[in-house]
């Protein structure tokens, strides 16, 4: 069995790529190279000892998907990672977001469509719950009004895919990513951002490497036990397994609906406070870091309730905060060096 995984080159694509490989699928990459390179196909193909095929180009350019979707009718089924997905970039750019988010997806489903490829798995994410009413946060809590319109390329596609299932023959999972964090154990593949980070790890590893001065820490005055806000990070290479597992579920007919939503996290929460102090302890190097104001946008606190994840998809996050933290060192060096 063949699946498409668009974003293939990316960070969490890349990891779930891996998990595929090992589980026997064949796999195609399609990734433009936006923020990504064409190594790590061969960081993949080390790891796994099998070379993954691969294609560059643009899925929001209708002829040169619709022309690879002829030439791979045989897929079993499409895992879509390929989005733009830098929050505050998305607030300046919107245009851009909308345009590369939402063409792409609906490229990918006309030709699922066309060439009567029914199983999709969807990146989606929890920035759709916002600041949750009620932690832990089940699949069922109400979607806010999205902070971003990266946040809201997400609920958009959400509501494509719903509209889609319901006149086609395609069946879809979304899987609403906590915060993923660390690399493959090997340190080949990891996060790659792209200049300055926005995320908290990679903040993080490359101020233990020197590459940035200091960390901030963006406010301290939340309602929280220490006062910064609280998130369910997620080791990468938990996350990639469970997209396996969502694609034998379909391939298997055990869905109950033809659009089903999971989150995947680990069910507990961190503060920014604690994951500092866990890669101290796992790295024995002191994180530079300083108090400053709140970054706008940031909730307080969330952390998933993996249950229903755990029990219909049968799969559970095992990583610990410390894996996460030591792997991303790992493949910070590995990187650098
Ligand atoms: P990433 O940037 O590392 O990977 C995305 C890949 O998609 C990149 O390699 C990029 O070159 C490619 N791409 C983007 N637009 C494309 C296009 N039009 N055509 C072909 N390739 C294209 O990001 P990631 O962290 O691996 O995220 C993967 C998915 O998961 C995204 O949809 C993202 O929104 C979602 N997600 C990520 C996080 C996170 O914190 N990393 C959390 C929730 C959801
Ligand atoms: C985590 C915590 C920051 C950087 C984002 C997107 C979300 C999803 C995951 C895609 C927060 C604090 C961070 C720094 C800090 N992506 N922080 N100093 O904001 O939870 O989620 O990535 O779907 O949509 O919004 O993740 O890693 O940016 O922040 O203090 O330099 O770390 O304030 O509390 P976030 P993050």
């Not at 990146?123 to 979607?143: F, K, M, N």
């Not at 590893?205 to 929280?224: C, H, M, P, S």
């Not at 796992?282 to 993996?306: C, F, H, L, M, S």
Request: proline share 4%; glycine share 8%.
């Amino acid at each position: 069995m063949k699946i498409l995984v668009t974003g293939g080159t990316g960070y969490i694509g890349s990891h779930t790529v891996v998990e595929l490989q090992n589980a026997g699928f064949d796999v195609v990459i399609v990734d433009a190279l936006f923020n990504s390179q064409k190594e790590v196909v061969d960081h993949i193909a080390a790891i796994t000892g099998k070379v993954p095929e691969f294609e560059a180009f643009d899925l929001t350019d209708n002829k040169k998907t619709a022309d690879f979707f002829k030439r791979h009718s045989d897929l079993t089924g499409v895992i879509h990672f390929a989005a733009h997905k830098a929050v505050g970039e998305s607030v300046q750019h919107p245009i851009k977001y909308y345009r590369n988010n939402l063409v792409s997806l609906m490229n990918i489903l006309e030709e699922m469509n066309t060439h009567g490829i029914q199983h999709l798995v969807f990146s989606s994410s929890c920035t759709v719950y916002g600041q949750a009413d009620r932690l832990p946060v089940s699949e069922s809590a109400p979607i806010k009004k999205a902070e971003s319109p990266y946040g809201n390329t997400k609920q958009i596609a959400e509501e494509i895919i719903t509209d889609t299932v319901h006149v086609s023959k395609l069946n879809a999972i979304a899987l609403r990513y906590f915060n993923p964090i660390g690399a493959h154990e090997s340190g080949l593949i990891g996060e790659l951002p792209n200049g300055v980070p926005d995320n908290l790890l990679p903040y993080i590893t490359q101020t233990a490497y020197g590459i940035r001065e200091q960390l901030k820490v963006f406010g301290d005055d939340y309602n929280t036990p220490d006062g910064t806000p609280i998130r369910d990070y997620i080791h990468v290479v938990d996350l990639a397994k469970a997209h396996v597992k969502a694609i034998q579920r379909m391939v298997q007919g055990q869905m109950k609906q033809a659009f089903e939503v999971f989150n995947l996290g680990t069910g507990n929460g961190y503060s920014v406070l604690e994951v500092i102090k866990a890669f101290e302890k796992a790295t024995g190097i002191k994180i530079n870091y300083k108090i400053v104001g709140r970054r706008e946008g940031d909730i307080e606190q969330i952390w998933a309730d993996p249950s229903y994840s755990n029990r219909e998809l049968g799969w559970k996050a095992e990583r610990s905060l410390d894996e996460m933290v030591a792997s991303a060192w790992k493949w910070e060096q590995h990187y650098r060096q």
